[in-house]
């Protein structure tokens, strides 16, 4: 979300001839794009901009700027707490970008942005500033769900949907400028109300000539249809990898957290997608150490792992955030706990991940060349269509293509192979 963020945010400054560097020094105007899903991403934005204050004070004429989820949460706090920052702009400001830039500049004044709304303009989505082959595409904004633990729906607003209309002719322009993979992006992409349901969005942006794979995130397990689940057997352009976060594996704990599924709901959703695509990755977010976890629930949610084995998780320990409800519960683990938890829950994944990947090895998958591997120039990098990432010796022209390669190799968090 936070790169769509940014990739837009570049989009507006191209207009004023901005373009990006990287190297701080350089720079006219530095904008720190923030997340506060967790306390420790919402730290860090104070590390950063810290870093920068040095630069000001050689370079008074440049402009600081914060951006993104923390903006929105904190206002015109960050400007009382760093006296170096210009510009503050909220989630829903990012349109506004050239005009408040105008005004910090000509009025000499530092300005905060953060208000929200309840409409979408076609103007707050140009066309995103990308690079390579792959693409994120906003389809919405905001989320209805008020998780208890989940600072989003404050910070993000309600569920706002985008025409599919103005989805379909974003995806037509980046094919125009070489991307041939789009992600749709959502907080809850399954609950897309735009002018089709969000299954007939998908078919559309399939229809594409150009765009080679689609893929989407994220999916809210109550929400999912049978509908979207029997759409992967009928696009073939639809990337057989779904993430769909379970957070907990106790169904106390998701009561608690708000979730409105049961697990039980969540494995026959699971079940239908692996019995029928075999090549089905599925991956999700855990949340350990939530208020009241006991043992038990921790064991439950260990049990869930081992018997769906994901392809990959996204783990972490509960955060406080300011604002939710569950910030409030009286029951707070302390951070031993958690921590002890989270380190079991990821040895036991990488065990899965590892088995899993090695079960890859002498089969042959189509993979979408990004271009060159990061730890090795003379190697390509790409996905499958079940997204793991894949190192193999070729040529830089076949950037973009869709080529065939067999599995050699397999490591925790990529595989090797050859064309």
Known sequence: MNENDTERML????????????????????????????DKAEQKVYST??????????????????????????????????????????????????????????????????ELYNSIDSKEFPTPEVEGIKAYVSIMRGCDNYCTYCIVPYVRGREVSRPA??????????????????????????????????????????????????????????????????????????????????????????????????????????????????????????IVGFPGETEEDFEKTMKVVKEVEFDSIFSFKYSPRPGTEAATYKDQLPDDVKQRRLEVLQALQKEITLKKNRLLVGKTMKVLVEGESKLDKTELTGRTTCNRVVNFPGDKGLTGSMVDVTITDAYANSLRGEL
């Open 49 to 114: 901009a810290g870093r920068y204050k040095r630069l000001k004070k050689r370079k008074p004429e440049l402009l600081i700027g914060i951006s993104g989820c923390v903006a929105q949460q904190k206002g015109g706090e960050l400007l009382k707490r760093m006296p170096y920052v210009d510009l503050v702009i909220g989630t829903h400001n990012i349109h506004r970008l050239t005009e408040l830039l105008k005004k910090v500049r000509e009025e000499k004044t530092r300005v905060v942005s953060t």
């Open 165 to 286: 209309r103005d989805v379909v002719e974003d995806i037509r322009r980046l094919v125009d400028r070489g991307v041939k993979e789009v992600t749709l992006l959502g907080q809850n992409v399954n609950s897309y109300c735009g002018d089709v349901s969000f299954p007939e969005l998908l078919r559309m942006v399939c229809r594409v000539d150009g765009i080679e794979r689609v893929r989407f995130v994220t999916s809210h397990p109550k929400d999912i249809s049978e509908e979207l689940i029997y759409l992967f057997g009928e696009e073939d352009k639809l990337a057989r990898s779904m993430h769909l976060p379970i957070q907990a594996g106790s169904d106390r704990v998701l009561e608690r957290m708000r979730r409105r599924y049961t697990v039980s709901e969540y494995l026959n959703k699971v079940e239908l997608l692996r019995r029928l695509y075999e090549d089905m990755s599925i991956s999700t977010d855990i």
């Open 11 to 38: 989009a507006f400054l191209k207009e004023l001839r901005y373009r990006p560097t990287d190297t701080p020094e350089l720079a006219d105007l530095i904008l720190i794009n923030t997340c506060s899903i967790r």
